[in-house]
Structures are given as structure tokens and as C-alpha cells.
């Protein structure tokens, strides 16, 4: 089964990260890396998401997939689409797309 800590692991060694260099570049504790790898915490906050996006640097298909298995479990909007919606100003054009 796909999950955010599997999906974060597979990615991590595909991009040869270890646990220690990769939890130093995007700013959080080799233990709390671990946990997340291990499934024991909830998926990180948009703000390291974000990050993890950005170092490993995932193509369309890998964000998309990523921020919807941390929505899935986080019970939430996925980030790529929540940062999309939250810098809008034209919210009668998203009001209008989600009628259709």
C-alpha cells in the first residue's frame, strides 16, 4: 500500500539521501525524520512539504502523488492545491470550477 512514509523513503534513496543529510536540508531533527520514515508522526506541516518537494526535486506526477497521500492521511486539502487556492484573487473563478 502507498503511504507518505513509504513513498518519502523509496524517494530518499532514489536520490541517495541518507536519514542525518536529508533531515539537515530540509530543517528537522534526524529523529523526527525517522518517525515520519517509520510512520509514527502524521505527515510534516505544508512549510517542510514544501521543502521536501523542492530538494528532492519531483516532477508533476511525483508532487501531485506526494501531496495526496499526506492529504489522505492528513484528511486535507493536498498542499500543491491549497497554495494554489490561498494566493488566488479571484475567488469567484474557484467558486465557479468547483460547481462544475
Same mark, same amino acid.
Do not use: H
Given at each position: 500500500?502507498?503511504?507518505?512514509?513509504?513513498?518519502?523513503?523509496?524517494?530518499?534513496?532514489?536520490?541517495?539521501?541518507?536519514?542525518?543529510?536529508?533531515?539537515?536540508?530540509?530543517?528537522?531533527?534526524?529523529?523526527?525524520?525517522?518517525? @515520519? !520514515?517509520?510512520? *509514527? &508522526?502524521?505527515?510534516?506541516?505544508?512549510? /517542510?512539504? #514544501?521543502? %521536501?518537494?523542492?530538494?528532492? =526535486?519531483?516532477?508533476?506526477?511525483?508532487?501531485?502523488?506526494?501531496?495526496? @497521500? !499526506?492529504?489522505? *492521511? &492528513?484528511?486535507?486539502?493536498?498542499?500543491? /492545491?491549497? #497554495?494554489? %487556492?490561498?494566493?488566488?484573487? =479571484?475567488?469567484?473563478?474557484?467558486?465557479?470550477?468547483?460547481?462544475?
Amino acid at each position: 500500500m502507498d503511504t507518505f512514509s513509504n513513498f518519502l523513503k523509496s524517494e530518499m534513496t532514489r536520490n541517495k539521501y541518507s536519514q542525518n543529510k536529508f533531515a539537515k536540508e530540509i530543517g528537522v531533527s534526524s529523529y523526527y525524520l525517522g518517525q @515520519l !520514515i517509520k510512520g *509514527e &508522526k502524521r505527515p510534516p506541516s505544508r512549510e /517542510i512539504q #514544501n521543502k %521536501i518537494v523542492e530538494i528532492l =526535486n519531483f516532477d508533476e506526477t511525483q508532487k501531485s502523488k506526494f501531496y495526496d @497521500l !499526506i492529504a489522505k *492521511e &492528513k484528511n486535507d486539502i493536498p498542499s500543491d /492545491i491549497y #497554495n494554489e %487556492i490561498k494566493c488566488s484573487n =479571484n475567488w469567484n473563478e474557484i467558486r465557479r470550477k468547483i460547481k462544475e
